[in-house]
């Protein structure tokens, strides 16, 4: 593995919500920054309306452009989702893509709510901070 994950004594168990509270990165790891990915196919148009169709997209997107440097979901250090009208439903579609993607260590994470991002059909968008050991 690449780093370090603790979820410390004294804070809720926060696996099951898709995250961790920290991580560790070794001193000489190479950090790789992925922009924000969101629901597109290779066309860069919306590939659903749906939330949940949304996700799973960018999700795949990411392991793609990880994938571009020799690294997978489980590399990722750091999560930031952009979440138009965020709900405790949408919560949960994240969560599981982030354990379907991570397994049972997720990255930290931070998920923000947001009125809109860089077009009006994208209703989610995942930014990642990745280390290679």
Known sequence: MSHTVVNPDGLHDPVP????HTAVIPAGAELV????????????????????DQVRQAFHNLGVALAAHGLDLGHVVQL?????????????TIG???RS?????PPTQTVIGVAGLAMPDILFEVEAVAARP
């Open 33 to 52: 920054l992925v922009a924000g990915q969101y629901g597109s196919g290779a066309d860069g148009a919306v590939v659903s309306p749906e939330f949940g």
């Open 17 to 20: 919500f898709g995250y961790s």
């Open 80 to 92: 930031r989702t952009y979440v138009v009208e965020p709900d405790f439903a949408k919560l949960g």
């Open 101 to 105: 993607g991570c397994g049972d260590t």
């Open 96 to 98: 599981e893509a982030v």
